[in-house]
């Protein structure tokens, strides 16, 4: 983020706070014609103890100041030989006319599946590479509807765990591939399914408004064609990705009518299906509705709406996706100022999936924060949880 950008964005938040120039720069210790500058884009703040000054004071964290996800920093569950082999793997271009083996690539992406919904990250970093090749082998071999949404769905896959892991800008390669893969067959659900994934990258670098604009033409061209259940749940799915999308931009109003869209979705669709392991229902617009609120920095709201939600149907969400829930409370949490619930959900978080507490930069960056701002009061679960995550005390 440029000094210009990042100007704008602290005038935003100073904004939303109700504060003025003067308070903040009071707050902040600095005069308010540092603010000004600042504000102006002419003098930088992109140093750590300023951001984390800025966050204090206008009660946000670091993910929320700047809009953008954290990249991956450390070698957590991936390291950089492993993301070397994944990118090397997207960037072999096969022409064999083998066999193929069909049978093999359906077990290797049922079984990265598998991992990802119980958020193993460093499995499927394992296995990613080679699930690439022999997807984009067999595909290159037989070139057959099957062979093609197998490579399709192998990308998704990639795609989705690099965003998690903090390499959004493979993740949004991956998202590009799937995309042509899928339009080679023509099927909208996998398109779909490809663009999502690509916004959610460029949401993650930062890119909200191109994120925005894709996901409301997707939602527009589902909604037009939502003649089946799985169709459905692609619909209500972009609705709340959407939402994610409108909630980086400060827009409250598109937030409330995107998550309300996905609501009525949600009430024709059986959540049992799992349609493109999306697990859409009525708790999984909850969970997007508390990661919204803690997008637009209303962090006692999001714990609020997260506490009235279903605890049988939250139970029976897959494991990444109630750990992720969990940290996203956890944010709320912190936001608000209750740095103990903040560490009491983290903790419930690992214990859910602890891959997606230590391996995930986003959650990392909470407890780098949560650190931060106990100094040396922190807990020794606290100290001990960062740790784990490789977050240093």
């Known amino acids: 983020m440029n000094d210009r950008e990042?100007?704008?964005?602290?005038?935003?938040?100073?904004r939303r706070r109700g504060l003025t120039q003067q308070i903040l720069a009071d707050r902040l210790g600095r005069s308010i014609s540092w603010l000004?500058?600042?504000e102006a884009g002419v003098r930088s703040a992109d140093r750590l103890s300023v951001l984390d000054s800025l966050c204090e004071a206008l009660n946000v964290d670091l993910q929320t100041l700047i809009g953008e996800e954290p990249a991956r920093s450390g070698t957590v569950c991936i390291d950089d030989a492993q993301v070397e082999q994944i990118r090397n793997a997207m960037e072999l271009y096969t022409f064999d006319t083998g066999s193929g083996d069909l049978v093999r690539l359906r077990r290797q992406v049922a079984y990265a599946w598998s991992a990802f919904e119980v958020a193993d990250y460093d499995v499927i970093s394992q296995v990613l590479p080679e699930t690439l090749e022999n997807a984009q082998s067999t595909h290159a071999a037989l070139g057959t509807e099957e062979s093609a949404r197998l490579l399709a769905e192998a990308y998704q896959i990639t795609s989705s765990t690099l965003r998690k892991l903090g390499e959004h800008s493979l993740s949004w390669l991956a998202g590009d591939r799937s995309m042509a893969a899928s339009r080679q067959i023509g099927d909208l659900s996998l398109l779909a399914a490809a663009g999502w994934r690509i916004a959610l990258a460029l949401l993650s670098m930062g890119r909200a408004e191109p994120a925005l604009d894709m996901l409301v033409g997707l939602s527009n061209r589902l909604s037009a064609e939502s003649d089946t259940e799985e169709r459905r749940a692609l619909y209500g799915h972009v609705l709340l990705q959407g939402a994610m999308a409108a909630a980086a931009l400060g827009d409250h109003s598109t937030v409330r009518?995107?998550?309300g869209e996905a609501r009525e979705a949600a009430r024709f669709v059986d959540v049992a299906g799992n349609h493109h392991w999306l697990a859409f229902g009525p708790a999984n617009v909850t969970i997007h509705e508390v990661a919204a609120l803690v997008a637009l920095g209303e962090g006692g709201l999001a714990v609020e709406v997260a506490d009235g939600?279903?605890?049988?149907?939250?139970?029976?969400?897959?494991?990444?996706?109630r750990a992720a829930f969990l940290v996203d409370v956890a944010r709320g949490y912190s936001q608000w100022g209750r740095r103990e619930e903040a560490v009491r959900t983290l903790l419930e978080a690992e214990r859910v999936a602890s891959r997606e507490v230590r391996c995930r930069p986003l959650a990392q960056s909470l407890i780098a924060d949560v650190l931060r701002r106990t100094g040396g009061q922190a807990s020794s679960d606290l100290v001990r949880l960062a740790a784990r995550a490789g977050v240093q005390a």
């Open 6 to 14: 990042l100007g704008q964005r602290v005038a935003y938040w100073r």
């Open 36 to 38: 000004r500058k600042v």
């Open 309 to 321: 939600a279903d605890p049988a149907a939250l139970a029976a969400m897959r494991r990444e996706r």
């Open 257 to 259: 009518v995107l998550i």
